[in-house]
């Protein structure tokens, strides 16, 4: 008989996936191990290994679940009929969705590259998909190239973290406020 699956199963999960994030951001990936990551969340090492086969699978659930979760939160958005209003809530939205995730965030830019391509397949996919829908956001902009536009949005916000850690709602939506009208018009908007 298999033994059955304990109440907190999905909450040690998620703490095994944060501390995993921690031990990732701080090492790197190929520089870390399941040891630092078990002294990390508390638990035995042969503990993980309940929850995780190895190394790669643990990397590849908790950036699965971080995009997974992220794309659901930008791409389930009801936005505003003004195309202005609408992209600024776009870009609140995900710099709102990056909070408390930093290490989490690092890790997927810094070692989503360490897994075997099959498996960076579903994760790029979460990321073309939240980038559409900032491409999408431009369209009533009548921009050149959306792409290049769109990530260069991203590029602002994902080293938000980088210059001011644990920044609050209210400066989240102040720096989203300001990237929309550097997008939109430049510094002379400013």
Same mark, same amino acid.
């Given at each position: ?77 009801? =936005? #505003? ?5 609408? $992209? ?5 939205? &995900?710099? @709102?969705?990056? !909070? ?14 360490? =897994? #075997? ?5 579903? $994760? ?5 998909? &939240?980038? @559409?829908?900032? !491409? ?55």
């Amino acid at each position: 008989m298999a033994r059955p699956i304990a109440e907190d199963y999905e909450i040690k999960r998620r703490l095994l996936m944060k501390a995993a994030a921690h031990v990732f951001a701080s090492e790197g990936y190929s520089g870390a191990g399941m040891a630092g990551i078990a002294a990390m969340a508390g638990v035995s090492k042969a503990n993980i290994y309940h929850y995780y086969k190895n190394k790669e699978d643990l990397l590849f659930a908790m950036l699965d679940q971080y995009l997974s979760e992220l794309k659901e939160t930008v791409c389930s958005l009801t =936005l #505003p009929d003004d195309p202005e209003v609408a $992209l600024e809530v776009t870009i609140r939205t &995900i710099l @709102r969705a990056y !909070r408390g995730e930093d290490d989490m965030h690092k890790v997927q830019i810094n070692d989503l590259g360490s =897994l #075997p391509l099959e498996r960076q397949l579903p $994760l790029k996919a979460y990321q073309k998909d &939240i980038i @559409r829908f900032v !491409r999408d956001r431009l369209d009533a902009f009548d921009v050149a190239d959306s792409y290049v536009v769109a990530m260069s949005i991203f590029g602002m916000l994902n080293w938000f973290y980088m210059w001011n850690a644990g920044a609050d709602d209210n400066a989240r939506d102040a720096y989203a406020a300001t990237v929309t009208k550097l997008v939109l018009g430049g510094i002379p908007r400013l």
